[in-house]
């Protein structure tokens, strides 16, 4: 059987790299993909734990959930990127100031 | 009633000035005027009313016209409740310098003829200093007399600094500084005797002047009980409060070392401030002299009396020796003043009722007086822009009337007979020299030493009347000047005549001033003496 | 109307002091110039009938005292009243009567002058303020008046203001006589510290507070009041004081020759007649209170003056200056006779003293008259009141002429004048009181002696070379008239020649105790009667002065010669006045003005400079404490400012509207959060 530290680590390490990219790409995109890696590091611990709850499978069940939302998300993300390329003409997040002013 | 109609009548004139428009500002001079001569007659209907039976120093019974409110009554907790009553009355001790100041209003009103400048501002300013000082004559409340005399401070700096002639800013500073200085001192004593006096009707703590007076009413233990006989930086705490509420009046009055503001303020001042400040200025240094100073700690005054004596002595022979050195018309006259009034200081120290008589008399007198020869500088450097004695001379050639009138107010004041000062200086030197037979104050040496100021008073004087008036006519100004310089006018005429007449009248009958102090005169005395 | 009761001699006292008052005041106000003359001679006339009425009326009867009360100060009531004794009233008498004829004198005298309003006005003042003087009941009053006749002396000396000369001197007379005044009011201040009063009837009456007033220990006691005896001393010496500055005794007589200055009638009543014996007048009233000191340095200072205003009378050139220094000498004279006790001589000499100078005041007046007319025609400028000048007037001015020698025979004090009486009375009494004392006394009656003869030489000398001798001003104005003085001069001249003889004072011409005038006024020192000088010194002085005016005769009447030539050292000396003026020139006022321009000097750099110093150190202080104030007190405000301006700019900084930032400061903050709450739990 697989120990559930391992689960653990693979969550960790999916995280890290989601959080990597999140902080440091110029591309909205990509920073959306880095969203996605730290979500689905979070539904990996989720299903992890889920093996403490036999009765209810309350792990995998917030898993589904947690997978359902993100899709939505993401189509919702996708577009808003859409939208703001064509106004903008990019989707770099550091050019996108017009509020700061 | 009467006396804060006196007091206030100015100021609302001064108010309906400041709002008055400008465009009418040729007419303040006579909305002033009339303010002051408004003030003469109600000071007359207050000299002819005044019972000269009441003697008033030290009881509330023996004042006229006497008006007691309440007036700032905050409760203080536990420090009691703050007791300022606005206590205003007359005794014979008061009431000349009333007419006195009404008097000399009037003169300073008719002699502001001269002022062009900012004549809003002046006028508003000269009815202010008006009601202060009519003020400071009326208060029995220590608080209510302080206020007034600071409120005098205040017109004057702006009516000598804006008004005033080359060096008026350093004339008028020197002024407010020193006089300041001393008043800033008689605040904390003033503070310290509100601590220390009892209201014994309310049991409040009270500013009111001739509880004061009173020593049961000072509190056991309280730093200006007469019985507890403190000690601060190790001199009696009463010699000490005396000394400098003594150095605050003094200041005005002013006494030799501390006059040098005197001249500097006289000569830059315009002429009817000159004529203010000596007229009236000064005594009222010398009435907080007898009513607070010597009133509230007689003991201490009777202490000092000796050194007060020999003041005033040194005041009439240095005032006098300046005055004979002098060479600015102006200063002069200013040096002969310190003189004069060392004789005040003189009389009031050899605590008889000769002496005070006398230097009563002679602040009136030389109120008179000494405004009719500011006055009298005045019209002549109006004419010419010049008080250089040096550069007149055989004046009595081109103007005679003008001559006249100066002779009349030196003579006057150097003590001719039949005139007031005379009365007024033998009277103050009698008493001096009695005092050391009736109580041993002053050693009789004094007087004599006194009485050589009379000597050098006509010495200088005379020189004067000799160098400016008498002989051929030589002006600096030449031609220029002599048409310049014409006679005295019908305004000048009408201040001078009632000043010259009253010194006349005050030397040939003075028992219309006497008559009215006698009682208060004697109270006073008995007072300082404890009797 | 009855003239005796004592209220109505009073008002007829008071009325006479005051007429006089108010032609001063009329005049003075509202005359218009070159008028008044009328109103003054009606007021003076007036007065003089009406104190010849009050004369008549009390002298040799009792007192008459009325008072008022005037002011009151403390307990004490002082009062203004009249006293109505022989020596009142006999001045009373004597100054309106020879104001009158001074003022008559005037009208012609003074005819042209543009501020004649002004003459008669301070004329009317001055014959008020004596007239009042000497019937006052007490010293303030009497102290009063006094000043007030100096005043209008003043007045009178500087008449013509324009003069130079003139304004000097009567500056000079009223200093003077203040410093007499000052005596004067010191004295004042001790009778009235030890008795309470100045009435002089209180003081110096039968029962007097004076005479019951005794000295014991070394105290001066009456009753209640104690002080010291040296105030004793004080007191009259105060008085005496006074009365050497009016009565222009050494050595305060520097003012009288100056104050010639003024119009010669002026001189003539005023410096000569009456106001300078007001000292001796003085004297003479509160007699009583002087003792023994006082009365000895009386004594030697009139002496002393007397001689000394002789030997310079007998240098001067100036007629008037020459009949100012004999009125010194003959008030010296006054001066001496109270000193011995005989203030009734005195009084005697005062009165006829008043008469006779007076009259010489007057002829001279006439003499200087003409003279300046000469002067105004002549083609020379010179001097129309030196004697050097004059000369032979005598047949063009008889009656001066003879008004004048009798004048001048009174002056020297020859038999059948009226000088004769009185100078005899003094020298006489003073020999008598000598006797009584020791040997050095002598001095005293000796001196006195010689200057009497000197008197008669100066006076001769000045009489011969105005009157006799060679017409001298011819020279200098060939084309000058000389003319007998106008009828309103020349009848007072006659009156007062009248008066100087010995008709009015006494029955028989060569004994002085005859005199009428002289009984008026009790001996207060009685002296024995030495028979032998009343007939050895009256001989002796004439037969000696007889001779020295033959031998001045001689020289300046018929040769025509001048005697005091060789300017030696005693010429210089009495020429320049006993070099007293340059004395206090030097001594007195130089100091005076250098210790004035001193106290200036002190007054500015030091008083004022102390005031200076403190605004000095004031500026400094404020100095100091705004450059404190600036960059310690403002610096730590600064200081909070400046660090949190950076602390802000630090955090908005942060600000950089770039998402990614935000996430890395969450995260950061996230972590330390956790980093915190690890180690905070392992703490």
């Given at each position: 059987?697989?120990?559930?530290?391992?689960?653990?680590?693979?969550?960790?390490?999916?995280?890290?790299?989601?959080?990597?990219?999140?902080?440091?790409?110029?591309?909205?995109?990509?920073?959306?993909?880095?969203?996605?890696?730290?979500?689905?590091?979070?539904?990996?611990?989720?299903?992890?734990?889920?093996?403490?709850?036999?009765?209810?499978?309350?792990?995998?069940?917030?898993?589904?959930?947690?997978?359902?939302?993100?899709?939505?998300?993401?189509?919702?993300?996708?577009?808003?990127?859409?939208?703001?390329?064509?106004?903008?003409?990019?989707?770099?997040?550091?050019?996108?100031?017009?509020?700061?002013? | 009633m009467i006396l804060s109609v006196l007091t206030f009548l100015p100021l609302l004139?001064?108010l309906?000035?400041?709002?008055?428009?400008?465009?009418?500002?040729?007419?303040?001079?006579?909305?002033?005027?009339?303010?002051?001569?408004?003030?003469?007659?109600?000071?007359?209907?207050?000299?002819?009313?005044?019972?000269?039976?009441?003697?008033?120093?030290?009881?509330e019974?023996?004042f006229q016209f006497v008006e007691h409110r309440s007036w700032i009554g905050l409760d203080l907790g536990?420090l009691g409740r703050l007791q300022i009553d606005y206590f205003m009355g007359l005794?014979?001790?008061s009431?000349?310098?009333?007419?006195?100041?009404?008097?000399?209003?009037?003169?300073?009103?008719?002699?502001?003829?001269?002022?062009?400048?900012?004549?809003?501002?002046?006028?508003?300013?000269?009815?202010l200093?008006?009601t202060a000082v009519i003020g400071v004559f009326g208060a029995l409340d220590f608080f209510l007399f302080y206020i007034f005399y600071e409120l005098m401070?205040?017109?004057?700096?702006?009516?000598?600094?804006?008004?005033?002639?080359?060096?008026?800013?350093?004339?008028?500073?020197?002024?407010?500084?020193?006089?300041?200085?001393?008043s800033?001192?008689m605040l904390?004593v003033m503070i310290?005797l509100y601590f220390s006096v009892n209201d014994p009707v309310t049991g409040n703590h009270t500013f009111n002047i001739l509880q004061m007076m009173?020593?049961?009413n000072?509190?056991?233990?309280?730093?200006?009980?007469?019985?507890?006989?403190?000690?601060?930086?190790?001199?009696?705490?009463?010699?000490?409060?005396?000394?400098?509420?003594?150095?605050?009046?003094?200041?005005?009055?002013?006494?030799?070392?501390?006059?040098?503001?005197?001249?500097?303020?006289?000569?830059?001042?315009?002429?009817?401030?000159?004529?203010?400040?000596?007229?009236?200025?000064?005594?009222?240094?010398?009435?907080?002299?007898?009513r607070i100073?010597?009133?509230i700690?007689?003991?201490?005054?009777?202490?000092?009396?000796?050194?007060?004596?020999?003041?005033?002595?040194?005041?009439?022979?240095?005032?006098?020796?300046?005055?004979?050195?002098?060479?600015?018309?102006?200063?002069?006259?200013?040096?002969?003043?310190?003189?004069?009034?060392?004789?005040?200081?003189?009389?009031?120290?050899?605590?008889?009722?000769?002496?005070?008589?006398?230097?009563?008399?002679?602040?009136?007198?030389?109120?008179?007086?000494?405004?009719?020869?500011?006055?009298?500088?005045?019209?002549?450097?109006?004419?010419?822009?010049?008080?250089?004695?040096?550069?007149?001379?055989?004046?009595?050639?081109?103007?005679?009337?003008?001559?006249?009138?100066?002779?009349?107010?030196?003579?006057?004041?150097?003590?001719?007979?039949?005139?007031?000062?005379?009365?007024?200086?033998?009277?103050?030197?009698?008493?001096?020299?009695?005092?050391?037979?009736?109580?041993?104050?002053?050693?009789?040496?004094?007087?004599?030493?006194?009485?050589?100021?009379?000597?050098?008073?006509?010495?200088?004087?005379?020189?004067?009347?000799?160098?400016?008036?008498?002989?051929?006519?030589?002006?600096?100004?030449?031609?220029?000047?002599?048409?310049?310089?014409?006679?005295?006018?019908?305004?000048?005429?009408?201040?001078?005549?009632?000043?010259?007449?009253?010194?006349?009248?005050?030397?040939?009958?003075?028992?219309?001033?006497?008559?009215?102090?006698?009682?208060?005169?004697?109270?006073?005395?008995?007072?300082?003496?404890?009797? | 109307?009855?003239?005796?009761?004592?209220?109505?001699?009073?008002?007829?006292?008071?009325?006479?002091?005051?007429?006089?008052?108010?032609?001063?005041?009329?005049?003075?106000?509202?005359?218009?110039?070159?008028?008044?003359?009328?109103?003054?001679?009606?007021?003076?006339?007036?007065?003089?009938?009406?104190?010849?009425?009050?004369?008549?009326?009390?002298?040799?009867?009792?007192?008459?005292?009325?008072?008022?009360?005037?002011?009151?100060?403390?307990?004490?009531?002082?009062?203004?009243?009249?006293?109505?004794?022989?020596?009142?009233?006999?001045?009373?008498?004597?100054?309106?009567?020879?104001?009158?004829?001074?003022?008559?004198?005037?009208?012609?005298?003074?005819?042209?002058?543009?501020?004649?309003?002004?003459?008669?006005?301070?004329?009317?003042?001055?014959?008020?303020?004596?007239?009042?003087?000497?019937?006052?009941?007490?010293?303030?009053?009497?102290?009063?008046?006094?000043?007030?006749?100096?005043?209008?002396?003043?007045?009178?000396?500087?008449?013509?203001?324009?003069?130079?000369?003139?304004?000097?001197?009567?500056?000079?007379?009223?200093?003077?006589?203040?410093?007499?005044?000052?005596?004067?009011?010191?004295?004042?201040?001790?009778?009235?510290?030890?008795?309470?009063?100045?009435?002089?009837?209180?003081?110096?009456?039968?029962?007097?507070?004076?005479?019951?007033?005794?000295?014991?220990?070394?105290?001066?006691?009456?009753?209640?009041?104690?002080?010291?005896?040296?105030?004793?001393?004080?007191?009259?010496?105060?008085?005496?004081?006074?009365?050497?500055?009016?009565?222009?005794?050494?050595?305060?007589?520097?003012?009288?020759?100056?104050?010639?200055?003024?119009?010669?009638?002026?001189?003539?009543?005023?410096?000569?007649?009456?106001?300078?014996?007001?000292?001796?007048?003085?004297?003479?009233?509160?007699?009583?209170?002087?003792?023994?000191?006082?009365?000895?340095?009386?004594?030697?200072?009139?002496?002393?003056?007397?001689?000394?205003?002789?030997?310079?009378?007998?240098?001067?050139?100036?007629?008037?200056?020459?009949?100012?220094?004999?009125?010194?000498?003959?008030?010296?004279?006054?001066?001496?006779?109270?000193?011995?006790?005989?203030?009734?001589?005195?009084?005697?000499?005062?009165?006829?003293?008043?008469?006779?100078?007076?009259?010489?005041?007057?002829?001279?007046?006439?003499?200087?008259?003409?003279?300046?007319?000469?002067?105004?025609?002549?083609?020379?400028?010179?001097?129309?009141?030196?004697?050097?000048?004059?000369?032979?007037?005598?047949?063009?001015?008889?009656?001066?002429?003879?008004?004048?020698?009798?004048?001048?025979?009174?002056?020297?004090?020859?038999?059948?004048?009226?000088?004769?009486?009185?100078?005899?009375?003094?020298?006489?009494?003073?020999?008598?009181?000598?006797?009584?004392?020791?040997?050095?006394?002598?001095?005293?009656?000796?001196?006195?002696?010689?200057?009497?003869?000197?008197?008669?030489?100066?006076?001769?000398?000045?009489?011969?070379?105005?009157?006799?001798?060679?017409?001298?001003?011819?020279?200098?104005?060939?084309?000058?008239?000389?003319?007998?003085?106008?009828?309103?001069?020349?009848?007072?001249?006659?009156?007062?020649?009248?008066?100087?003889?010995?008709?009015?004072?006494?029955?028989?011409?060569?004994?002085?105790?005859?005199?009428?005038?002289?009984?008026?006024?009790?001996?207060?020192?009685?002296?024995?009667?030495?028979?032998?000088?009343?007939?050895?010194?009256?001989?002796?002085?004439?037969?000696?002065?007889?001779?020295?005016?033959?031998?001045?005769?001689?020289?300046?009447?018929?040769?025509?010669?001048?005697?005091?030539?060789?300017?030696?050292?005693?010429?210089?000396?009495?020429?320049?006045?006993?070099?007293?003026?340059?004395?206090?020139?030097?001594?007195?006022?130089?100091?005076?003005?250098?210790?004035?321009?001193?106290?200036?000097?002190?007054?500015?750099?030091?008083?004022?400079?102390?005031?200076?110093?403190?605004?000095?150190?004031?500026?400094?202080?404020?100095?100091?404490?705004?450059?404190?104030?600036?960059?310690?007190?403002?610096?730590?405000?600064?200081?909070?400012?400046?660090?949190?301006?950076?602390?802000?700019?630090?955090?908005?900084?942060?600000?950089?509207?770039?998402?990614?930032?935000?996430?890395?400061?969450?995260?950061?903050?996230?972590?330390?959060?956790?980093?915190?709450?690890?180690?905070?739990?392992?703490?």
């Open positions: 059987m697989i120990p559930f530290t391992h689960f653990m680590l693979v969550g960790a390490i999916l995280f890290c790299i989601g959080l990597y990219a999140v902080l440091t790409k110029r591309n909205a995109i990509q920073i959306l993909i880095g969203i996605e890696f730290m979500i689905n590091a979070a539904i990996i611990n989720f299903v992890a734990a889920g093996q403490y709850d036999k009765d209810r499978m309350g792990g995998q069940l917030f898993a589904l959930f947690a997978i359902v939302m993100a899709a939505a998300a993401v189509a919702v993300a996708l577009a808003i990127i859409l939208k703001v390329y064509q106004h903008y003409k990019t989707i770099d997040p550091d050019k996108i100031d017009q509020l700061r002013n | 004139s001064a309906l000035i400041v709002l008055l428009p400008t465009a009418w500002q040729q007419r303040y001079k006579y909305i002033t005027l009339l303010t002051t001569l408004v003030q003469v007659i109600i000071s007359i209907y207050i000299y002819l009313n005044f019972a000269d039976n009441q003697a008033g120093v030290t009881r019974q023996g536990s005794d014979g001790l009431m000349p310098f009333m007419l006195l100041t009404s008097v000399i209003m009037f003169v300073a009103a008719l002699s502001s003829w001269e002022i062009t400048r900012n004549l809003k501002g002046y006028f508003a300013l000269f009815l200093l008006d401070l205040l017109p004057l700096y702006f009516l000598i600094g804006m008004w005033g002639g080359v060096r008026r800013e350093y004339a008028a500073i020197k002024f407010f500084l020193y006089t300041l200085f001393g800033v001192f904390l310290g009173n020593p049961n000072y509190t056991d233990g309280a730093l200006f009980s007469q019985i507890a006989n403190q000690q601060l930086f190790g001199i009696p705490a009463r010699l000490l409060a005396f000394i400098i509420l003594f150095i605050a009046f003094a200041i005005k009055v002013p006494i030799v070392p501390l006059h040098t503001w005197l001249p500097d303020a006289h000569v830059e001042a315009p002429t009817p401030v000159s004529i203010i400040l000596a007229g009236i200025l000064l005594k009222v240094g010398g009435y907080g002299i007898m100073c010597f009133g700690f007689p003991d201490a005054a009777i202490h000092s009396a000796w050194w007060l004596g020999l003041i005033g002595v040194v005041s009439i022979l240095y005032g006098a020796l300046n005055a004979l050195a002098q060479t600015d018309l102006k200063r002069l006259i200013a040096y002969s003043s310190v003189s004069h009034m060392g004789f005040v200081l003189l009389g009031v120290a050899s605590v008889t009722a000769e002496g005070a008589s006398g230097a009563m008399m002679q602040m009136v007198s030389h109120g008179f007086l000494s405004a009719m020869l500011f006055f009298l500088v005045g019209v002549l450097y109006n004419r010419v822009h010049n008080r250089e004695i040096a550069n007149f001379r055989g004046l009595a050639l081109i103007m005679p009337q003008y001559t006249v009138f100066i002779m009349i107010a030196f003579f006057a004041s150097l003590g001719l007979p039949g005139f007031s000062a005379f009365i007024a200086e033998v009277f103050s030197l009698i008493g001096a020299f009695n005092s050391q037979s009736i109580n041993g104050l002053l050693p009789r040496w004094m007087a004599v030493g006194g009485s050589v100021g009379i000597l050098l008073g006509a010495a200088y004087f005379l020189w004067t009347l000799q160098r400016m008036f008498f002989g051929q006519t030589r002006l600096w100004g030449g031609e220029e000047w002599r048409t310049q310089l014409t006679d005295v006018s019908v305004r000048e005429k009408l201040a001078l005549v009632p000043m010259a007449a009253l010194a006349l009248v005050l030397g040939v009958f003075p028992s219309l001033v006497f008559d009215k102090i006698n009682t208060s005169v004697l109270e006073f005395v008995n007072h300082v003496l404890n009797k | 109307m009855t003239l005796d009761t004592p209220v109505v001699l009073t008002d007829l006292a008071i009325a006479a002091a005051i007429l006089p008052l108010l032609s001063f005041l009329v005049t003075g106000l509202f005359a218009k110039p070159g008028k008044g003359a009328f109103l003054a001679i009606l007021t003076i006339a007036i007065s003089f009938i009406l104190s010849a009425i009050v004369f008549s009326q009390t002298w040799n009867r009792l007192d008459i005292h009325q008072q008022y009360v005037w002011f009151t100060i403390g307990n004490t009531s002082f009062y203004a009243g009249i006293l109505l004794n022989n020596l009142g009233s006999l001045m009373l008498l004597l100054v309106s009567g020879i104001a009158l004829l001074v003022h008559i004198y005037s009208t012609a005298y003074m005819k042209g002058d543009a501020y004649l309003h002004r003459y008669w006005a301070h004329l009317s003042l001055f014959c008020f303020s004596m007239l009042s003087m000497v019937i006052a009941d007490n010293l303030l009053l009497i102290y009063i008046f006094w000043e007030l006749v100096g005043f209008s002396s003043y007045l009178l000396i500087g008449f013509w203001f324009t003069r130079d000369a003139a304004v000097q001197a009567n500056k000079k007379a009223f200093i003077v006589n203040r410093i007499g005044d000052l005596g004067i009011l010191s004295g004042l201040m001790i009778v009235f510290t030890q008795f309470g009063t100045f009435d002089l009837q209180q003081l110096l009456g039968e029962n007097g507070l004076i005479i019951n007033a005794f000295v014991q220990n070394g105290e001066w006691i009456n009753g209640v009041h104690t002080m010291p005896a040296v105030w004793l001393t004080v007191a009259g010496l105060g008085f005496v004081l006074g009365a050497i500055a009016k009565s222009a005794q050494f050595p305060l007589h520097v003012w009288l020759p100056d104050a010639m200055e003024g119009p010669t009638a002026v001189s003539s009543l005023i410096h000569a007649a009456t106001m300078v014996a007001a000292g001796i007048f003085l004297l003479a009233r509160l007699f009583p209170l002087f003792n023994d000191t006082v009365l000895l340095v009386i004594a030697i200072t009139g002496t002393l003056t007397a001689l000394m205003a002789a030997t310079i009378a007998l240098v001067q050139n100036d007629i008037k200056k020459v009949l100012a220094y004999s009125t010194i000498s003959q008030l010296g004279f006054m001066m001496l006779a109270i000193g011995i006790g005989q203030y009734s001589a005195a009084i005697f000499h005062l009165t006829t003293h008043a008469f006779f100078k007076c009259l010489l005041f007057l002829s001279a007046g006439a003499v200087i008259h003409e003279m300046h007319h000469v002067k105004q025609v002549a083609p020379v400028d010179f001097d129309h009141q030196d004697i050097r000048n004059m000369g032979g007037l005598r047949k063009h001015m008889p009656v001066t002429f003879i008004a004048m020698l009798v004048a001048s025979l009174a002056l020297i004090g020859i038999p059948l004048t009226s000088g004769y009486l009185s100078k005899d009375a003094i020298l006489i009494s003073s020999f008598e009181w000598a006797a009584l004392r020791g040997s050095w006394s002598k001095i005293i009656p000796v001196t006195a002696l010689i200057t009497s003869w000197l008197t008669a030489f100066y006076t001769a000398r000045l009489f011969f070379k105005v009157f006799l001798g060679k017409n001298r001003w011819r020279i200098l104005s060939p084309e000058g008239h000389i003319h007998e003085a106008p009828p309103a001069m020349r009848y007072p001249l006659v009156i007062l020649a009248l008066c100087s003889t010995f008709l009015i004072f006494s029955v028989n011409p060569l004994l002085y105790e005859d005199a009428w005038l002289l009984r008026g006024f009790p001996a207060v020192e009685s002296l024995e009667r030495i028979n032998i000088i009343h007939t050895v010194i009256p001989a002796l002085v004439n037969l000696l002065a007889i001779l020295i005016i033959y031998f001045a005769w001689q020289q300046y009447a018929r040769r025509d010669k001048t005697i005091f030539t060789n300017r030696g050292f005693f010429y210089d000396f009495a020429f320049n006045k006993w070099y007293i003026d340059n004395l206090y020139q030097a001594a007195i006022i130089k100091r005076v003005l250098n210790l004035a321009a001193f106290v200036r000097g002190f007054d500015r750099v030091i008083v004022d400079g102390m005031v200076h110093l403190l605004a000095k150190v004031g500026q400094a202080l404020a100095t100091l404490s705004a450059w404190l104030d600036t960059y310690i007190v403002d610096g730590l405000v600064n200081g909070v400012g400046i660090l949190s301006k950076s602390i802000g700019n630090f955090a908005r900084n942060m600000q950089t509207g770039k998402l990614q930032h935000y996430l890395l400061i969450t995260l950061f903050i996230v972590i330390t959060f956790f980093i915190v709450t690890y180690f905070s739990l392992a703490i």
